[in-house]
């Protein structure tokens, strides 16, 4: 295996212009073949039968969900390890499939309710999150500037995120639309900040792990605009 020099050379900003807009068709497209493969997988759960295990799974203990949360937690940390590393090209696509394969399995149990009682909001909600990311990514594109500044309130914010949500599953309190609107924002950020990186802080052989990076962004916000819309509804 190859060793791919990561952790060097210059950001993609920095390029001259066509490999610059190589880096970033690479990118994309890696990041529409997630998504894609994504789809794929979760179509194929769900017509398994594996949608309303899930569910019954997760409604045998309120720890269920704290489970799946600390076990994808740990997929998400190791898919990113092998996203960045620089042993192999190799070990960066499995890393990107790792997490692709696990943030289909966490959907499945939301994907399935949606589409058992809302429809229409599956549809509706990639709707609004691709026209969200992509007015994100035009003002970056658009404006160069450099966002890296917000990683600090993001981290803090995810960190809010996670206890409130913990706090929802062990007392088993009902989130609700405010926090999805909130969450929603916060996911914007997300995909801010990971759009600014493309250009100020990954170097041209780190196109996979930027792809991850920024699927991780976008399927956060897809997951609370679904939250969004069904509260919504219910409401």
């Not at 706090?167 to 999805?180: D, H, K, M």
């Not at 170097?203 to 699927?215: D, P, T, Y």
């Amino acid at each position: 295996m190859s060793y791919l020099n990561v952790g060097s050379g210059q950001v993609v900003s920095e390029l001259p212009g066509e490999q610059r807009a190589g880096f970033i068709r690479r990118t994309y497209a890696h990041l529409a073949g997630a998504i894609a493969a994504f789809a794929l997988i979760e179509a194929q759960l769900i017509s398994m039968g594996w949608g309303e295990q899930a569910m019954a799974l997760l409604a045998t203990s309120k720890w269920s969900w704290l489970i799946v949360l600390g076990a994808f937690m740990g997929v998400g940390m190791l898919a990113n390890k092998w996203a960045n590393s620089g042993a192999s090209r190799e070990l960066q696509y499995a890393g990107l499939g790792l997490y692709v394969v696990a943030e289909a399995i966490i959907f499945l149990p939301l994907i399935y309710m949606a589409e058992s009682t809302a429809s229409g909001v599956i549809q509706n909600a990639a709707i609004i999150t691709a026209a969200l990311v992509a007015g994100i990514t035009l003002t970056v594109f658009t404006t160069r500037k450099d966002f890296s500044f917000i990683g600090p309130a993001l981290s803090i914010g995810g960190v809010v995120a996670i206890g409130f949500i913990v706090a929802a599953i062990v007392f088993g309190f009902q989130l609700g639309l405010f926090f999805s609107a909130v969450m929603i924002i916060f996911a914007a950020g997300c995909v801010l900040y990971t759009t600014s990186n493309i250009l100020h802080v990954y170097n041209e052989q780190q196109h996979v792990a930027a792809s991850l990076a920024l699927f991780s962004s976008v399927a956060l916000m897809f997951w609370y605009v679904v939250q969004f819309l069904m509260a919504f509804g219910d409401d």
